[in-house]
C-alpha cells in the first residue's frame, strides 16, 4: 500500500525532521501550513532543493488546527494512511498568557482531526499524537514511565492532557489506531530560538562573535531530560508502524539542570565557567579556558567576566522542577536506539549556531 503521511505543525522543529525522515523511507509527505505575512517555512525549504527530486512526492497545503472545515476537506482529499499531530502553541512560559489559545489549538484540535478522520471513516488511517512529558508536571514519580500519575503545571500541559485522553477515547471507543508518543525535552539546531538550550548556545555564538554582551536567563534550577529532535522523529514513525496501538515515552535517560547545560555548552567552545552568588544575584563567571574543537578563533572573554545574569522576566507562574524520563519500554519493544547524547546535541547546535554568527558579525 502506497504511504501517505500528513504532518500538521511540518514547519516547526519536529515537522521538518520527520518530513524528511518520512522522504528519505519513500513516503508521499503532505504538510499543513499556516498562512503568514512573512516567510515561515525555513525549516523545510531545504527539501525542494534536496537530491533525489524528493520534492515530488512533498505538497504543503495551507491550514489550521483551530479550523475543522479546512482540517476535514484536506483530510478527506490527501486520505493520508499516517497522520501526525505535531502542530501546537508548544511554548509552556507563552500558554500563561496565552491560555485560551492554547487550550484551543493543543486540546481541541487533536480533537478536531480524529473527528474528521471519524467523520469520513478513515477507519485504516493511523494517528499520532504528539504528547509531553509536561503532563507529568509537578512529578508523583521518578523517572517517569508510561505508568506515572500525570499532574500538569501549566495551561500547555493541561491542554496536552485532553489531548493525551481524547487520543486514548478514540482508539477505545472507536477501534481508531490512534496513539501518544510522550517524548521529553528534544533539541536540534532548529528548535525554536525561545526555547532555553537555544536561546543558551545562539548567546554564547554570538558572544563570541561580538554580537551580544550578556545572557539573562530565569530558573537555573530546572532539571530536564534532553535528547536529539533527530532521534526522536525516528521513535515517533516506530510507534505508528507497531502491530498495536500503544502510548510509549521516549526519553534520554538522563537529566541535568539549565545551570549544568549552560555549563556543558561554554566548556564545548572552550570556557570554564562557575555559578557564583545565590538566587537573583547568580551569575555565570568565566574563570579559565581550555582548548576547545568548535571554536577556534581568538577568544574575546576575559577572567572574571560575567556571561549570565538572572532575569525574572523568565521565571514562570508555576514550574515544573524535575524531568527524568525511563525510554526502556519503547526500546525494549521497538528497538529504537539514540544515536545523539547530550555531548554530540550540544556540538550539532553550537556548530550551527557559530556559523550563523560568524555570517551575522560579518554583515554587521
Ligand atoms: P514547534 O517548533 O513550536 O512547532 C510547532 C508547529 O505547530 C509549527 O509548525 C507551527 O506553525 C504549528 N502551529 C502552531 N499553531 C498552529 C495552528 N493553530 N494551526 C496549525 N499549525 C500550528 O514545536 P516542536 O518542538 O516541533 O514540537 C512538535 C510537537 O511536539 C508540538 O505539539 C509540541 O507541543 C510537542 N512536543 C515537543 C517537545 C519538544 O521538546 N520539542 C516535547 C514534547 C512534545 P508556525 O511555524 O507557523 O508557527
Ligand atoms: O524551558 C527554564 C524554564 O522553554 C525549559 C517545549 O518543547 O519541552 C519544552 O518545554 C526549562 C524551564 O522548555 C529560561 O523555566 C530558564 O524549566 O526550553 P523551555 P520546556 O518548558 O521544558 C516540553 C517537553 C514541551 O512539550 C514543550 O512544547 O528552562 N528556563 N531560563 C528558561 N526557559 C526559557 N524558555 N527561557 C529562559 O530564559
Same mark, same amino acid.
Request: charged content about 20%.
Given at each position: 500500500?502506497?504511504?501517505?503521511?500528513?504532518?500538521?505543525?511540518?514547519?516547526?522543529?519536529?515537522?521538518?525532521?520527520?518530513?524528511?525522515?518520512?522522504?528519505?523511507?519513500?513516503?508521499?509527505?503532505?504538510?499543513?501550513?499556516?498562512?503568514?505575512?512573512?516567510? @515561515?517555512?525555513?525549516?523545510?525549504?531545504?527539501?525542494?532543493?534536496?537530491?533525489?527530486?524528493?520534492?515530488?512526492?512533498?505538497?504543503?497545503?495551507?491550514?489550521?488546527?483551530?479550523?475543522?472545515? +479546512?482540517?476535514?476537506?484536506?483530510?478527506?482529499?490527501?486520505?493520508?494512511?499516517?497522520?501526525? +499531530?505535531?502542530?501546537?502553541?508548544?511554548?509552556?512560559?507563552?500558554?500563561?498568557?496565552?491560555?485560551?489559545?492554547?487550550?484551543?489549538?493543543?486540546?481541541?484540535?487533536?480533537? &478536531?482531526?480524529?473527528?474528521?478522520?471519524?467523520?469520513?471513516?478513515?477507519?485504516?488511517?493511523?494517528?499520532?499524537?504528539?504528547?509531553?512529558?509536561?503532563?507529568?508536571?509537578?512529578?508523583?514519580?521518578?523517572?517517569?514511565?508510561?505508568?506515572?500519575?500525570? @499532574? #500538569? &503545571?501549566?495551561?500547555?500541559?493541561?491542554?496536552?492532557?485532553?489531548?493525551?485522553?481524547?487520543?486514548?477515547?478514540?482508539?477505545? =471507543?472507536?477501534?481508531?489506531? =490512534?496513539?501518544?508518543?510522550?517524548?521529553?525535552?528534544?533539541? $536540534? #539546531?532548529?528548535?525554536?530560538?525561545?526555547?532555553?538550550?537555544?536561546?543558551?548556545?545562539?548567546?554564547?555564538?554570538?558572544?563570541?562573535?561580538?554580537?551580544?554582551?550578556?545572557?539573562?536567563?530565569?530558573?537555573?534550577?530546572?532539571?530536564?531530560?534532553?535528547?536529539?529532535?533527530?532521534?526522536?522523529?525516528?521513535?515517533?514513525?516506530?510507534?505508528?508502524?507497531?502491530?498495536?496501538?500503544?502510548?510509549?515515552?521516549?526519553?534520554?535517560?538522563?537529566?541535568?539542570?539549565?545551570?549544568?547545560?549552560?555549563?556543558?555548552?561554554?566548556?564545548?567552545?572552550?570556557?570554564?565557567?562557575?555559578?557564583?552568588?545565590?538566587?537573583?544575584?547568580?551569575?555565570?563567571?568565566?574563570?579559565?579556558?581550555?582548548? $576547545?574543537?568548535?571554536?577556534?578563533?581568538?577568544?574575546?572573554?576575559?577572567?572574571?567576566?560575567?556571561?549570565?545574569?538572572?532575569?525574572?522576566?523568565?521565571?514562570?507562574?508555576?514550574?515544573?522542577?524535575?524531568?527524568?524520563?525511563?525510554?526502556?519500554?519503547?526500546?525494549?519493544?521497538?528497538?529504537?536506539?539514540?544515536?545523539?547524547?547530550?555531548?554530540?546535541?550540544?556540538?550539532?547546535?553550537?556548530? $550551527?549556531?557559530?556559523?550563523?554568527?560568524?555570517?551575522? =558579525?560579518?554583515?554587521?
Amino acid at each position: 500500500m502506497k504511504k501517505i503521511a500528513l504532518i500538521t505543525g511540518i514547519t516547526g522543529q519536529d515537522g521538518s525532521y520527520l518530513a524528511r525522515h518520512l522522504l528519505d523511507l519513500g513516503y508521499e509527505v503532505h504538510g499543513v501550513k499556516r498562512r503568514s505575512s512573512s516567510f @515561515n517555512t525555513s525549516r523545510i525549504d531545504g527539501i525542494y532543493e534536496d537530491v533525489h527530486s524528493q520534492h515530488v512526492r512533498f505538497f504543503l497545503h495551507y491550514g489550521d488546527l483551530t479550523d475543522s472545515s +479546512n482540517l476535514i476537506s484536506l483530510i478527506a482529499k490527501i486520505r493520508p494512511t499516517e497522520i501526525y +499531530n505535531l502542530a501546537a502553541q508548544s511554548h509552556v512560559q507563552v500558554s500563561f498568557e496565552m491560555p485560551e489559545y492554547t487550550a484551543n489549538v493543543d486540546a481541541l484540535g487533536t480533537l &478536531r482531526i480524529l473527528e474528521a478522520m471519524r467523520l469520513l471513516g478513515l477507519s485504516q488511517t493511523r494517528f499520532y499524537q504528539a504528547s509531553t512529558s509536561e503532563l507529568y508536571g509537578e512529578v508523583l514519580q521518578t523517572p517517569q514511565n508510561e505508568d506515572t500519575p500525570f @499532574n #500538569p &503545571r501549566s495551561p500547555y500541559a493541561v491542554a496536552k492532557l485532553y489531548g493525551f485522553y481524547i487520543t486514548k477515547n478514540y482508539r477505545e =471507543a472507536y477501534g481508531m489506531f =490512534a496513539v501518544n508518543g510522550i517524548l521529553f525535552n528534544h533539541e $536540534s #539546531p532548529v528548535r525554536g530560538e525561545t526555547f532555553v538550550t537555544r536561546k543558551i548556545t545562539m548567546a554564547i555564538a554570538r558572544m563570541l562573535y561580538g554580537l551580544q554582551e550578556c545572557l539573562y536567563l530565569g530558573n537555573l534550577d530546572a532539571q530536564r531530560d534532553y535528547g536529539h529532535a533527530k532521534d526522536y522523529v525516528q521513535a515517533m514513525h516506530l510507534i505508528l508502524q507497531h502491530s498495536q496501538p500503544v502510548d510509549y515515552v521516549v526519553a534520554s535517560g538522563q537529566t541535568m539542570s539549565i545551570r549544568e547545560f549552560s555549563a556543558r555548552c561554554f566548556a564545548q567552545v572552550g570556557v570554564i565557567l562557575e555559578f557564583q552568588g545565590e538566587g537573583l544575584d547568580e551569575k555565570g563567571v568565566v574563570v579559565g579556558f581550555k582548548p $576547545s574543537a568548535l571554536f577556534k578563533e581568538a577568544m574575546p572573554f576575559a577572567l572574571h567576566q560575567v556571561v549570565i545574569r538572572v532575569d525574572p522576566r523568565y521565571f514562570r507562574p508555576t514550574e515544573v522542577d524535575l524531568l527524568l524520563g525511563d525510554p526502556s519500554k519503547i526500546e525494549r519493544e521497538l528497538g529504537w536506539k539514540r544515536q545523539y547524547g547530550i555531548e554530540e546535541l550540544i556540538t550539532d547546535m553550537l556548530g $550551527s549556531d557559530l556559523a550563523l554568527a560568524k555570517k551575522q =558579525a560579518l554583515l554587521a
